[in-house]
């Protein structure tokens, strides 16, 4: 019989390092959002730094793999509440 072990600290170290979207990435969609409203320009974006789902300020800021959406929120809060919930199917609590 072969057992696996998970921890929580392994699974948020594996998303910290697998996960990663490069700064020049999310750069590019932010240049893109703003210039793709063709009524009226844009020259600025607010975006929150408190989690939408802690009302804190994020520490790991996270967003989906295949998100569109410009918001994060925090990792290390959604991964933790996840893995108390045991919830088999993750979905981005933003969209």
């Known amino acids: 019989m072969f057992l696996l072990s998970f921890s929580f600290s392994g699974i948020l170290e594996t998303y910290k390092t697998a996960s990663l979207v490069p700064a020049q990435k999310t750069k590019a969609q932010l240049h893109q959002s703003l210039n793709s409203h063709t009524e009226a320009k844009l020259d600025?974006?607010?975006?929150?730094?408190?989690?939408?789902?802690?009302?804190?300020?994020?520490?790991t800021p996270m967003r989906g793999r295949n998100c569109t959406h410009i918001p994060c929120f925090d990792g290390e809060a959604y991964l933790q509440l996840m893995w108390e919930k045991h919830v088999e199917k993750w979905k981005c609590p933003v969209s």
């Open 44 to 59: 600025s974006i607010d975006i929150s730094l408190l989690c939408p789902l802690t009302r804190s300020r994020m520490g």
